[in-house]
């Protein structure tokens, strides 16, 4: 079996959803080993042990982190050649993408982003275009590099759960890197990440400021909000969650789209949704090319009308 | 302002020529590769551009012996873009065309692009877009950092330069999702820009008559020491083995509302099992 090295490349204290999906990924493909760029406790540690990881590596100095990227992309060449991995699983945010682009150069090896599926051939699945396309990708030099969307796969624990065994990796210093010198953070809204909501109601510029009425629905769904670039340009909501050709690309079971008319930018980073519903004042608005389900209205009196008739079936 | 401590700022902006985003988009030329009738500059790379032309009026402009070269690779046709930044307001523009470019990827462009920066260069500053609205992976300006063993400072939303006895120190905001942080390097460095930096100016009459004037040069593979097989399919790490436009979403239910559309929603999303 070929060994599959998955990289957590921003590592909490427990296993994220999208490194349980690149685990439960790579199991399909081979034997899964780990590693991680920074600290490892007992809790992320078990948490491997039981999506099947036997080996887990860990950079000797753990503040790789501490450099933009090259120290992180530096890592995992090393772990790569450590492990003598012949796949490499990464997820799909910008840091991975970009870590996987150095490790790529160092490595000599292709590297494909965007992956939604990974056949046993190592085929990799992508979307292009906006999620207008689907192409069949292959790594054709070096250790495919492989950058995987969050909800591409549905997480499973291994049936074998195993302890891993931890690894200390020597990573170069990067000769030339950026540091991060201040880190300002930013308050926690309590609901799901926009990249792994089951459900996300977005705003625009219809909200006109008040995303009160989008907010009770998200709780209400268990969903995540999100909002067009006009939105969070007004300042209305955090850059963080805009959704879009320059914010995230998601894919929800479900996307309420209110306010918002629905420009290719938008659509860029929503149309693959499973279940598209949009609410919006003008009927001539492009947003309904792709909805599955349309209110041509006035989100201040449908959205709360939907709260208050969800609250009451569920009484 | 800053006391310039070195002869000026020498600042190359990438700038791809990507198909316009407005019109449908495909995947059919040779070997699942992007069909480019109908290209622009890319709208993300003129952030790029305005961010360099921002810096140099900052620090004294071009009396102050700071350049803006705006480089492309691409077919013939991409030198479209090096104009538009010109009459943007870069000084010079480079286009490196061969046709044994044509299917490179991002390993094969960086490896090109960064053989070209060399042979140009040096540079204080290479700025480039977040991402290109074709290839959209972001891959590039982190190759290319990574090729030419420099500092890469990605996704930058502000953007600062300050000048010492030492060299040029850069300062740059990055927001992500839980926080937002403060990164610094000295130049020479790379860096990518997000469309949150600025507002693109747009040509005028004077810059569009100004750009007929000033420097433009094409460049082949010969030029800059690289050979055929090193770029194009031949130099890539990946190959698109197929590539099919997904169905166009079919439009569903569209009501107006007569006062009851919020309930006909939630039957809808319950009838879906979204409930
Ligand atoms: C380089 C670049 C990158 C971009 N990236 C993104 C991106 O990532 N994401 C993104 O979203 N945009 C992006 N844009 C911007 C995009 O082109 C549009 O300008 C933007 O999406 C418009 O936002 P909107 O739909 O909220 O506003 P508008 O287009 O102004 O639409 C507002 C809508 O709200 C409706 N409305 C008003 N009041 C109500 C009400 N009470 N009830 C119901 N409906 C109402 C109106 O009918 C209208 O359709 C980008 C643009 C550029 C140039
Ligand atoms: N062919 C090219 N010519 C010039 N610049 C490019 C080219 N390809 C990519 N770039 C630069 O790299 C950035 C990211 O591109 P990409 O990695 O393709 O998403 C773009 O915004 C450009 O600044």
Same mark, same amino acid.
């Given at each position: 079996m070929p060994t599959v090295l998955v990289f957590l490349h921003d590592p909490g204290a427990v296993l994220a959803k999208n490194d349980r999906e690149l685990l439960t990924l790579a199991r399909t493909l081979g034997d899964p080993v780990a590693a991680v760029a920074g600290d490892a406790g007992d809790p992320l540690l078990d948490g491997l042990g039981s999506y099947g990881v036997s080996t887990c590596y860990l950079p000797a100095d753990p503040s790789v982190g501490k450099s933009l990227v090259a120290g992180k992309a530096a890592f995992l060449a090393e772990a790569v050649? @450590?492990? *003598?991995?012949?796949?490499?699983?990464?997820?799909?945010?910008?840091?991975?993408k970009e870590i996987a682009?150095? #490790?790529?150069?160092?490595?000599?090896?292709g590297v494909i982003t965007d992956v939604v599926a990974v056949a046993d051939d190592l085929t990799a699945t992508k979307s292009v275009f906006a999620g207008s396309y689907t192409s069949q990708c292959r790594v054709t030099t070096g250790i495919p590099i492989l950058a995987v969307k969050p909800n591409s796969i549905e997480a499973a624990e291994a049936g074998q759960p195993a302890t891993p065994e931890t690894v200390s990796v020597e990573v170069p210093v990067p000769a030339a890197a950026a540091v991060i010198t201040g880190r300002v953070d930013k308050p926690a809204t309590g609901r799901p990440d926009l990249a792994e909501a089951r459900v996300i109601v977005a705003g625009g510029r219809g909200v006109d400021g008040n995303f009160a009425p989008l907010e009770e629905l998200a709780d209400l769904l268990g969903?995540?909000?999100?909002?067009?670039? #006009?939105?969070?340009?007004?300042?209305w909501i955090e850059h963080s969650a805009q959704i879009g050709q320059t914010g995230k690309?998601?894919?929800?079971?479900?996307? &309420?789209?209110? *306010? &918002?008319? *629905?420009?290719?930018?938008?659509?860029?980073?929503?149309?693959?949704?499973?279940? &598209?519903? @949009? &609410?919006?004042?003008?009927?001539?608005?492009p947003v309904f090319e792709i909805a599955d389900f349309g209110v041509v209205g006035d989100l201040f009196t449908v959205l709360p009308q939907a709260a208050e008739e969800i609250r009451k079936r569920r009484a | 302002m800053d006391e310039a401590p070195t002869p000026g700022l020498n600042i190359a902006v990438l700038v791809k020529h990507v198909p316009d985003a407005q019109f449908d988009r495909h995947l059919n030329g040779p070997r699942n590769t992007t069909e480019r009738s109908e290209s622009i500059l890319s709208e993300l790379d003129e952030y790029a551009l305005e961010a360099a032309l921002q /810096?140099?009026?900052?620090? $004294? $402009?071009?009396?102050? $012996?700071h350049r803006v070269t705006a480089v492309t690779m691409g077919p013939g046709p991409a030198v479209s873009a090096v104009k538009k930044a010109l009459q943007m307001g870069a000084a010079e523009g480079v286009h490196l065309t061969d046709d044994a470019l044509a299917g490179s990827d991002a390993s094969a462009t960086s490896r090109a692009l960064a053989a070209l920066l060399s042979h140009l260069g040096p540079f204080d500053l290479v700025l480039t877009g977040m991402a290109s609205t074709d290839g959209e992976t972001s891959l590039v300006p982190a190759q290319l950092a990574e090729r030419l063993d420099l500092p890469q400072v990605t996704f930058a939303a502000a953007l600062e330069l300050e000048a010492a006895e030492a060299g040029w120190t850069l300062t740059a905001r990055r927001d992500g999702d839980a926080y937002s942080e403060t990164i610094t390097c000295q130049l020479p460095a790379l860096v990518s820009v997000t469309d949150q930096i600025n507002?693109?100016?747009y040509p005028n009459f004077k810059g569009i008559m100004a750009a007929k004037k000033?420097? /433009?040069?094409t460049l082949s593979l010969s030029d800059i020491g690289l050979t055929a097989d090193e770029v194009g399919f031949a130099g890539s790490w990946t190959a698109v083995e197929a590539a099919e436009p997904r169905p166009p979403r079919s439009q569903g239910i569209v009501i107006t509302d007569e006062g009851d559309a919020g309930l006909r929603l939630v039957?809808? /999303?319950a009838g879906q099992k979204l409930l």
């Open positions: 050649r @450590a492990s *003598g991995a012949s796949v490499v699983l990464l997820g799909n945010a910008y840091e991975a682009a150095r #490790a790529g150069v160092r490595l000599e090896s969903g995540a909000v999100g909002a067009s670039r #006009a939105a969070t340009d007004a300042g690309t998601v894919s929800p079971q479900l996307y &309420i789209s209110a *306010g &918002i008319s *629905g420009a290719v930018q938008q659509k860029a980073g929503m149309q693959t949704s499973q279940v &598209i519903v @949009a &609410i919006n004042k003008d009927p001539d608005s | /810096l140099v009026e900052q620090h $004294g $402009g071009d009396a102050a $012996g507002e693109p100016r000033k420097p /433009l040069r039957d809808f /999303l």
